[in-house]
């Protein structure tokens, strides 16, 4: 019974696939039968546009034999015209006849036959006018534009009878093409539905073993895709965490770097001159100490939480600059050249971010040479266009300072060049990289509003271009390490200090009354507002940004519509967002960060009182 009903199965499956494959003959026919009808109608639109065209051609030859014949006399001109009188009643009958199909065709030739009737009336009227010796007469109707304009009607005619039949032409190929394409779908599905039913039995077992194959590779693909994200999100979290501990270390270790900083400038400021031995072991303690606050810096920098200072910047001499410390630091295998651009412009950037993205540069390049190649450094002047940045849509066409950093290492192959940008990625062993130097040197780039461009060939080498924007203020470089003694007395003001943290505080303190200030101190900024309120001779405030409760740039948001005049300079060794947005210091604002010298405090609260007569508060940052 079982035998007799897989058998009637079998037939059936053979029935059916039978009647499926005369279904996809059938098809097959009728596709070919379309595509003949529809190159008949093809040469059916060929014939129709060249009849037309030989008619519109015919009546221009008879108007161009009449004008022969007005301007010259010669009757051998009006061959054309007497042939056109011949011919065009012919022409237009069979015209007449291969469009008697067609409704809006015959519409259109009894509008045109009438207009070429007039246009022969013209010319012959003419002709017989010249034929009687009235030459003027003829020539007077030409001038009249009476024949011209009968013959822009024509071509006008003509025109849209020529783009009729186009447009029907391309109807009947759409529907014919149509036609074609569903019926070999049929066909196509037909048969593999045959193939199907053929093969239905004998790949029953067969698909049940490869669907369950499937759907163990599908579980292990998810489990695998989990345990990336897994992953992914546990760096995440690591890096973000790192991130925070970085900052709030370095706005700890900053605030004890200041005071070993600024004491030990203090005592070095005091030593007598004899002390020699004193002085040079008070120096190489406070190089250590400024060495600790570079450190820090680099923390702030990888937590992201280093505000940008751009200025005006000498692209060619920070260059310089950094190639000197990369052949003393990359090894005597790495050959370095610095090609320096001619009448470079200056750049609009923040220059220890620039030599750290270059350094940062040039140690992938290190990685990539294995140690033994050649670096290249070299600068430019550059112009992005409208068709570059429609390319690039995060940079703006301009004007830019261009730094290309070139080695000769192993390269990078398209698929590692797309991905060189994105944070974590990297091709080095595991403890060889974090995937994060590229990253920032392309972060530092964008929040400069400049560009970064990768160009790498497998085998040869890597150059990567960095655009920083042009600076067109003229401005000077402001110069670093100059001294700073007493201020002269039109500079001297009663400077109120704010800061949580008791040793710093009195260190500011000290500094400033070493410098001439008049000073008053507040723990905190509650105690801020109250002192500002009982002493009125206060004209610059002193204030750290993170304090407990209340940070510096909130005490400012609530005190400076009752003190507009009062000049606020901030002080900080970890800014988060008080006063650093998207990377950037907010307009405005100025800021000294920890540790700093006695100079940097001197040279900063000098140039904001120097700015008071302009600003009515002043800030950095």
């Given at each position: 019974?079982?035998?007799?009903?897989?058998?009637?199965?079998?037939?059936?499956?053979?029935?059916?696939?039978?009647?499926?494959?005369?279904?996809?003959c059938?098809?097959?026919?009728?596709?070919?039968?379309?595509?003949?009808s529809?190159?008949?109608?093809?040469?059916?639109?060929?014939?129709?546009?060249?009849?037309?065209q030989?008619?519109?051609?015919?009546?221009?030859?008879?108007?161009?034999?009449?004008?022969?014949?007005?301007?010259?006399g010669?009757?051998?001109?009006?061959?054309?015209f007497?042939?056109?009188?011949?011919?065009?009643?012919?022409?237009e009958?069979?015209?007449?006849?291969?469009?008697?199909?067609?409704?809006?065709?015959?519409?259109?030739?009894?509008?045109?036959?009438?207009?070429?009737?007039?246009?022969?009336?013209?010319?012959?009227?003419?002709?017989?006018?010249r034929?009687a010796?009235r030459?003027?007469?003829a020539?007077?109707m030409?001038?009249?534009?009476?024949?011209?304009?009968?013959?822009?009607r024509?071509?006008?005619?003509v025109?849209?009878?020529?783009?009729?039949?186009?447009?029907?032409?391309?109807?009947?190929s759409?529907a014919?093409?149509?036609?074609?394409?569903v019926?070999?779908v049929?066909m196509i599905?037909?048969?593999l539905?045959?193939?199907?039913?053929?093969?239905?039995?004998?790949q029953?077992?067969?698909r049940y073993a490869?669907d369950?194959?499937?759907?163990?590779?599908?579980?292990r693909?998810?489990?695998?895709?989990?345990?990336t994200?897994?992953?992914?999100l546990?760096?995440?979290?690591k890096?973000e965490a790192l991130g925070?501990?970085?900052?709030?270390?370095?706005h700890?270790?900053n605030?004890m770097?200041?005071?070993?900083v600024g004491?030990?400038e203090?005592l070095?400021?005091?030593?007598?001159?004899?002390?020699?031995?004193c002085?040079a072991?008070?120096?190489?303690?406070l190089?250590?100490?400024?060495?600790a606050?570079?450190?820090?810096?680099r923390?702030l920098a990888?937590?992201?939480?280093?505000?940008?200072?751009p200025?005006?910047?000498?692209?060619?001499?920070c260059?310089h600059?950094v190639?000197?410390m990369l052949?003393?630091?990359?090894g005597?295998?790495?050959?370095?050249?610095?090609?320096?651009?001619?009448g470079?412009?200056?750049a609009?950037?923040d220059?220890?971010?620039?030599?750290s993205a270059i350094?940062?540069?040039?140690?992938?390049?290190?990685?990539a040479?294995?140690?033994?190649?050649?670096?290249?450094?070299?600068?430019?002047?550059?112009?992005?266009?409208?068709?570059?940045?429609?390319?690039?849509?995060e940079?703006?066409?301009?004007?830019?300072?261009?730094i290309?950093?070139?080695?000769?290492?192993?390269?990078?192959?398209?698929?590692?060049?797309s991905r060189?940008?994105?944070?974590?990625?990297?091709?080095?062993?595991?403890?060889?990289?974090?995937?994060?130097?590229?990253?920032?040197?392309?972060?530092?780039a964008?929040?400069?509003r400049?560009?970064?461009?990768?160009?790498?060939?497998?085998?040869?080498?890597?150059?990567?271009k960095i655009?920083?924007?042009?600076?067109?203020?003229?401005?000077?470089?402001?110069?670093?390490?100059?001294?700073?003694?007493?201020i002269?007395?039109?500079?001297?003001?009663?400077v109120?200090?704010?800061?949580?943290?008791m040793?710093?505080?009195?260190?500011?303190?000290?500094?400033?009354?070493?410098?001439g200030?008049?000073?008053v101190?507040a723990g905190s900024?509650?105690?801020?507002?109250?002192?500002?309120a009982?002493?009125s001779?206060?004209?610059?405030?002193?204030?750290d940004?993170?304090m407990?409760?209340?940070?510096?740039?909130?005490?400012?948001?609530?005190?400076?519509?009752?003190?507009?005049?009062?000049i606020?300079?901030f002080?900080?060794?970890?800014?988060r967002n008080?006063i650093?947005?998207?990377?950037m210091?907010?307009?405005?604002v100025?800021?000294?960060?920890?540790?700093?010298t006695?100079?940097d405090i001197?040279?900063?609260?000098?140039?904001?009182?120097?700015?008071?007569?302009?600003?009515?508060?002043?800030?950095?940052a």
């Amino acid at each position: 019974m079982g035998h007799e009903s897989a058998q009637a199965r079998t037939t059936f499956g053979l029935v059916i696939g039978f009647v499926l494959l005369l279904g996809a003959c059938v098809a097959a026919v009728i596709a070919v039968f379309a595509s003949i009808s529809a190159d008949r109608w093809v040469d059916h639109s060929m014939v129709v546009r060249q009849t037309v065209q030989q008619l519109f051609s015919t009546v221009q030859d008879a108007e161009t034999g009449q004008r022969g014949y007005l301007l010259t006399g010669d009757p051998s001109y009006l061959e054309p015209f007497l042939t056109a009188r011949t011919q065009l009643p012919t022409q237009e009958q069979q015209l007449r006849q291969i469009t008697e199909n067609s409704a809006t065709h015959q519409k259109q030739l009894d509008d045109l036959y009438p207009l070429i009737a007039a246009k022969m009336d013209e010319l012959s009227s003419t002709i017989g006018d010249r034929q009687a010796g009235r030459p003027v007469a003829a020539m007077g109707m030409v001038k009249s534009n009476l024949g011209r304009n009968q013959m822009d009607r024509i071509r006008l005619v003509v025109r849209d009878f020529d783009q009729t039949e186009l447009g029907a032409l391309r109807q009947r190929s759409v529907a014919a093409q149509v036609q074609r394409t569903v019926l070999t779908v049929v066909m196509i599905v037909m048969t593999l539905l045959a193939g199907v039913l053929a093969f239905a039995v004998a790949q029953k077992a067969r698909r049940y073993a490869n669907d369950m194959e499937a759907a163990n590779e599908t579980l292990r693909a998810e489990m695998r895709q989990r345990e990336t994200a897994e992953l992914q999100l546990r760096q995440s979290q690591k890096m973000e965490a790192l991130g925070q501990l970085t900052g709030g270390v370095a706005h700890d270790f900053n605030n004890m770097l200041a005071i070993i900083v600024g004491n030990l400038e203090m005592l070095i400021r005091k030593l007598p001159e004899h002390e020699v031995r004193c002085a040079a072991l008070a120096n190489n303690a406070l190089g250590g100490a400024m060495r600790a606050a570079e450190l820090t810096k680099r923390l702030l920098a990888f937590s992201r939480q280093q505000p940008l200072q751009p200025k005006s910047v000498d692209v060619n001499q920070c260059v310089h600059d950094v190639s000197i410390m990369l052949r003393r630091s990359l090894g005597e295998n790495i050959e370095i050249e610095s090609v320096q651009g001619g009448g470079l412009w200056r750049a609009y950037v923040d220059r220890p971010q620039l030599e750290s993205a270059i350094l940062n540069l040039a140690v992938n390049s290190r990685d990539a040479m294995n140690g033994v190649g050649k670096l290249t450094m070299e600068t430019a002047n550059a112009y992005l266009d409208r068709k570059y940045t429609d390319a690039h849509s995060e940079v703006s066409p301009g004007q830019y300072v261009m730094i290309a950093v070139t080695d000769t290492g192993c390269g990078m192959p398209p698929d590692v060049m797309s991905r060189a940008f994105d944070p974590f990625y990297t091709t080095k062993d595991v403890g060889q990289g974090t995937g994060l130097g590229l990253s920032q040197v392309h972060g530092f780039a964008k929040q400069s509003r400049g560009h970064v461009k990768i160009y790498s060939e497998v085998g040869v080498g890597t150059t990567i271009k960095i655009y920083l924007p042009r600076d067109t203020s003229n401005a000077v470089e402001e110069p670093v390490g100059t001294k700073v003694n007493m201020i002269p007395p039109d500079l001297r003001r009663r400077v109120l200090v704010v800061e949580d943290d008791m040793d710093v505080r009195q260190f500011v303190l000290s500094v400033l009354q070493e410098l001439g200030y008049e000073t008053v101190e507040a723990g905190s900024a509650a105690s801020a507002r109250d002192v500002l309120a009982i002493d009125s001779k206060i004209s610059v405030m002193l204030t750290d940004v993170v304090m407990p409760g209340t940070n510096g740039r909130q005490l400012l948001d609530s005190i400076k519509d009752s003190y507009p005049n009062l000049i606020v300079v901030f002080m900080t060794g970890y800014t988060r967002n008080a006063i650093v947005h998207n990377g950037m210091l907010d307009p405005g604002v100025r800021l000294i960060t920890k540790p700093f010298t006695i100079d940097d405090i001197g040279r900063e609260l000098q140039a904001a009182i120097a700015d008071e007569g302009s600003t009515s508060v002043s800030e950095k940052a």
